[in-house]
């Protein structure tokens, strides 16, 4: 996918609400301003990016990981940011984890209610799926006929 | 993009077992602000960061040298940039109240950038 020009700017109404909650109410933001500190930021992306990039290609690692994110802000001077930065990782670790358990604990209830129910209604679930492919192939047809 | 679990040192050696969200709440219409599709980039951020991960991908990838990054890293970059964001506004507030002023302008921000070092990569950068 091409990179467009807008692609690498930031959204202005983030950005705009981030600074406005960053200041004290009855502070305004001129328009040049917003538009400086939102291209600012996509430096600072990019800035971010590159050196955390230095510090996987030093460890001969092809994927950048948080902690090389981390180790770009030490670099960078902006040790302030470590500990909100480690915070929020850890919640977001967990809240993936819940995501990843919840979508698990789905696909063992579908899998148990299969089992729980009587057998009519398996015999259904599996009509459902014979339906499935019989759709599929209709599908499959039509495509043929195009081509 | 490969999604891998980080096991640098420096975070596991933390155990932060009170991390909470943030406690401002990220509206939905953000996300259609910024002309993302909402189902998708609200599941990503889930209150925690208000910056698109996708869009901060895009940046990402943007560098010829970046083969991969873990959606960890994407999101500690996309939070770090919203704490750059809040550090660079108030610090340029400081020279609008000098000015005797309340409304944040350019030059506000030129002032922050040439006086407080964290801020020297923006040098000749901004339009």
Do not use: W
């Amino acid at each position: 996918m091409a990179e467009r020009p807008e692609d690498l700017n930031l959204p202005n109404a983030v950005i705009t609400r981030i600074i406005k909650e960053a200041l004290p109410e009855g502070v305004n933001v001129s328009k040049e301003a917003r538009r400086a500190i939102s291209q600012a930021a996509s430096v600072f992306v990019l800035y971010a990016t590159s050196c955390a990039n230095s510090f996987a290609m030093k460890a001969k690692r092809k994927t950048l990981n948080a902690g090389d994110v981390m180790s770009a802000m030490e670099e960078m001077e902006f040790e302030r940011f470590l500990q909100p930065l480690r915070e929020a990782l850890e919640a977001y670790k967990k809240g993936q984890k819940g995501k990843k358990e919840a979508s698990e604990q789905k696909r063992k209830d579908k899998e148990k209610k299969g089992t729980d129910e009587n057998d009519k209604s398996r015999d259904e679930e599996e009509d459902e799926h014979m339906d499935d492919e019989q759709d599929g192939e209709n599908e499959a047809e039509e495509e043929d006929v195009e081509n | 993009m490969a999604a891998t679990a980080s096991a640098a040192p420096a975070e596991s050696e933390l155990d932060r077992s009170g991390a909470e969200e943030e406690p401002r709440a990220t509206e939905p219409e953000e996300d259609a602000g910024s002309g993302q599709t909402g189902p998708t980039a609200g599941a990503q951020q889930h209150r925690l960061v208000k910056l698109p991960l996708s869009r901060i991908k895009t940046l990402m990838k943007a560098d010829p040298d970046v083969s991969l990054a873990s959606q960890e890293s994407v999101f500690i970059i996309a939070k770090a940039t919203e704490l750059f964001v809040e550090m660079i506004a108030k610090d340029a507030l400081v020279y609008a109240q000098q000015g005797k002023r309340k409304t944040l302008q350019r030059k506000d921000l030129d002032n922050a950038i040439e006086a407080i070092d964290e801020f020297a990569f923006l040098e000749g950068t901004l339009d």
